[in-house]
């Protein structure tokens, strides 16, 4: 056998191995665009089914991201053995490293048990405003893995689920009702009954201020030449910020009315109320 034919064979052999390696590949791809699509396809069904419409919102969300999840393992062992990679070698190959996968998805899998624990006890609902693990915002997804907040100031935080499931949680939309308090210091020599009195028209000529219990006007506390009072009244979950800000507002205008100023020198209090 001459060199000439030597090359031919060769040539032969390498051209047939490109286009084997060349058509698993276009397979694969059209594999992966057609599996992506039905993936779509399949979560949008359930999403828009009868059994989803009568689950809650959380739990549509958690069992779509299980679903997508799956499907895309499925589709990824389905390409490579499109490629050409044996089954049996992948299997053995997942069998040798699977204490360190074990350890690398340990947290994942913490986060899924998280999720279940989320909606199987249900601390909070898709679109509850919550603060938890130092941040806070509106939830508007539970996935899989992660809980997704949306803070006032439209800034996305993701949570992984085990810090959610293993936190506290403030949920502020859990009930319709809250309680706002608001924090006024005034001079010493004010005379207290007229100060309550202020304060207590302001808060009853509102009508965002509910009947739950009635508003209260307390001393809570002394400052330096100043007495420390606090307003509280009840309202509406949707209507406290609003109110809070027009009480403020509106508070200076009725102590003067009185004859009664702000103290100047007592010490600036801001109300704590975590859930904003």
């Known amino acids: ?61 958690f069992i779509s991201s299980c679903i997508n999840v799956t499907a895309d393992l499925v589709l990824v062992l389905t390409i490579v053995s ?27 899998l913490s986060n899924f048990a998280g999720g279940v624990m989320i909606l199987i006890f249900r601390p909070f609902d898709v679109g509850d405003y919550i603060v938890t693990s ?25 949570v992984p689920n085990s ?26 020599e004010a005379d207290i009954e007229r100060v309550q009195a202020a304060l207590l028209k302001v808060a009853r000529e509102d009508g965002r201020v509910t009947d739950r219990e009635a508003p209260a006007a307390r001393i809570v506390g002394y400052s330096a030449g100043a007495y420390d009072f606090e307003l509280r009244v009840w309202c509406g979950r949707d209507d406290y910020w609003p109110l809070r800000f027009d009480l403020l507002l509106k508070i200076p205008g009725a102590l003067a009315d009185e004859d009664i100023g702000i103290a100047k020198n007592a010490v600036s209090v801001t109300v704590s109320d975590a859930a904003k």
């Open 163 to 188: 810090t959610v499931s293993n936190e506290t949680i403030t949920n502020v939309s859990a009930e319709d009702d809250r309680r706002l308090d608001i924090a006024v210091s005034v001079p010493a």
């Open 82 to 108: 499109v490629l050409g990679v044996p089954m049996t070698s992948i299997v053995a190959l997942l069998g040798s490293a699977g204490l360190a996968i074990g350890l690398a998805l340990q947290g994942g």
């Open 1 to 61: 056998m001459d060199f000439m034919e030597i090359l031919k064979e060769l040539l032969t052999g390498v051209s047939e191995t490109a286009v084997s390696i060349v058509g698993r590949l276009v397979f694969a791809v059209i594999i992966y665009v057609v599996g992506r699509q039905l993936i779509k396809l399949v979560k949008r069904m359930f999403e828009r089914s009868r059994a989803a419409k009568t689950m809650h919102e959380s739990a549509v969300g």
């Open 134 to 158: 130092g941040v806070e915002g509106t939830v508007t997804k539970v996935s899989v893995f992660y809980t997704t907040l949306l803070t006032p100031d439209n800034r996305r935080i993701v």
